[in-house]
T-cell receptor, first 113, second 113 residues
């Protein structure tokens, strides 16, 4: 299946600062992208999604940017809080369905108080 | 947790014994999935279901079987557990196999001794 990867394994951010987590994808036909947050001992939690007809989508304190030209996604977290400490990973789901989706190992976000 | 319950949450079993993990959803979603998560790997799909009694294999299906006799329940069975099946198992559900997010349960930690 197509692969989705992450640039940085660990990101340390000061509390209150903004965080940016990046993700690259390889399937140019992908048209739906999702970000997940996984806290220790818990299942992945859906954060936000974006479709390929959009460049940007905002949620509560989170923004996802999609650059289809370079096949790149980013998740921006505003005013990072200790509760944001977790592993974040992205996934892309095009027409192939989840049986074709490869999940990356994620980026660990550490918030420094 | 999007109305997903996994049971048991933890289990220790011996090599060669059968094990069944249960996933129960209250969202009436058509699609259900079983993933395993291991250190150094992203989520890997074991089996999925696209309706009652309709299932198919995922990337790492060897040694596993599934059954779905009701919309709300999806069972994962290890017929004869091996140490390589020690892992954290996540159930997920979605409204559609494309274009909608997966919602995950909190996982079952299985140890095969």
């Amino acid at each position: 299946g197509e692969s989705v990867g992450l640039h940085l394994p660990t990101l340390s951010v000061q509390e209150g600062d903004n965080s940016i987590i990046n993700c690259a994808y390889s399937n140019s036909a992908s048209d739906y992208f999702i970000w997940y947050k996984q806290e220790s001992g818990k299942g992945p939690q859906f954060i936000i999604d974006i479709r390929s007809n959009m460049d940007k989508r905002q949620g509560q304190r989170v923004t996802v940017l999609l650059n289809k030209t370079v096949k790149h996604l980013s998740l921006q977290i505003a005013a990072t809080q200790p509760g944001d400490s977790a592993v974040y990973f992205c996934a892309d789901n095009g027409s192939g369905g989840y049986q074709k989706v490869t999940f990356g190992t994620g980026t660990k976000l550490q918030v420094i108080p | 947790d999007a109305g997903i319950t996994q049971s048991p949450r933890h289990k220790v079993t011996e090599t060669g014994t059968p094990v069944t993990l249960r996933c129960h959803q209250t969202e009436n979603h058509r699609y259900m999935y079983w993933y395993r998560q291991d250190p150094g790997h992203g989520l890997r799909l074991i089996h999925y279901s696209y309706g009652v009694k309709d299932t198919d294999k995922g990337e790492v299906s060897d040694g596993y079987s599934v059954s779905r006799s009701k919309t709300e329940d999806f069972l994962l069975t290890l017929e004869s557990a091996t140490s390589s099946q020690t892992s954290v198992y996540f159930c997920a559900i979605s409204e559609s196999n494309v274009g909608s997010p997966l919602h995950f349960g909190n996982g079952t930690r299985l140890t095969v001794t």
